[in-house]
Antibody, heavy 121, light 107 residues
Framework: QVQLVQSGPEVKKPGASVTISCKAS????????VHWVRQAPGQGLEWMGW????????KTSLRLQGRLTITRDTSAATAYMELSGLTSDDTALYYC??????????????WGLGTLVTVTS | SSELTQDPSVSVALGQTVRITCQGD??????PNWYQQKPGQAPLLVIY???HRPSGIPDRFSGSKSGNSASLTITGAQAEDEADYFC???????????FGGGTKVTV
């Protein structure tokens, strides 16, 4: 079965960077894109960016451009998200998400359990 | 980038029908996907590509779209359907994605 296992919670100081990993299993990693979505406490979902599991091409949201880096290691079937210049506004639950097979619709069919990032001085 | 707009909340009596709407320019070109999120859980895909149900999703969930507006309908709402529901789609540029603000459904 498809699983996305994320790294553990992080506590960071303002201005620091955080890296979260997402290890995929149960499918061919290079056949699906991986997206990152975050959710601030009590808030809605925010799409952050994605990486093509095969080519490694990435796109990030305009809001996070310059601070967000998404990479992947196909040999380890793992995607990574690095967010720099953290502020308290970055305190959120960060999800890695698999894009499904429909192609055109871009549905997010499997979600990790989330990684809590807390930014505090 | 474009936005998707959802009503913040809606209530439905047990066994009745509720429609959750989502509006935005991106929906003119791209079909919406819908996610259910219960407290403390990751979102769950319930409808993709406007009106397709993933395996395991009850058939009381259905989707539709017209122009720049889309709807998720729960026909015969159950207590376990109480949750937040989010729509999303590709952005108007096709390479970014966007989420609606979410609708809290109370049964």
């Amino acid at each position: 079965q498809v699983q996305l296992v994320q790294s553990g919670p992080e506590v960071k100081k303002p201005g620091a960077s955080v890296t979260i990993s997402c290890k995929a299993s149960g499918y061919i990693f290079s056949h699906h894109a991986v997206h990152w979505v975050r959710q601030a406490p009590g808030q809605g979902l925010e799409w952050m960016g994605w990486i093509n599991g095969g080519s490694g091409n990435t796109k990030t949201s305009l809001r996070l451009q310059g601070r967000l880096t998404i990479t992947r290691d196909t040999s380890a079937a793992t995607a990574y998200m690095e967010l720099s210049g953290l502020t308290s506004d970055d305190t959120a639950l960060y999800y890695c998400v698999r894009e499904g097979s429909s192609g055109w619709h871009g549905e997010f069919d499997y979600w990790g359990l989330g990684t809590l990032v807390t930014v505090t001085s | 980038s474009s936005e998707l707009t959802q009503d913040p909340s809606v209530s439905v009596a047990l066994g009745q029908t509720v429609r959750i709407t989502c509006q935005g320019d991106s929906l003119r070109n791209y079909d919406p996907n819908w996610y259910q999120q219960k407290p403390g859980q990751a979102p769950l895909l319930v409808i993709y590509g406007k009106d397709h149900r993933p395996s395991g999703i009850p058939d009381r969930f259905s989707g539709s779209k017209s122009g720049n507006s889309a709807s998720l309908t729960i026909t015969g709402a159950q207590a376990e359907d109480e949750a937040d529901y989010f729509c999303n789609s590709r952005d108007t540029n096709g390479v970014h994605w966007v989420f609606g603000g979410g609708t809290k459904v109370t049964v």
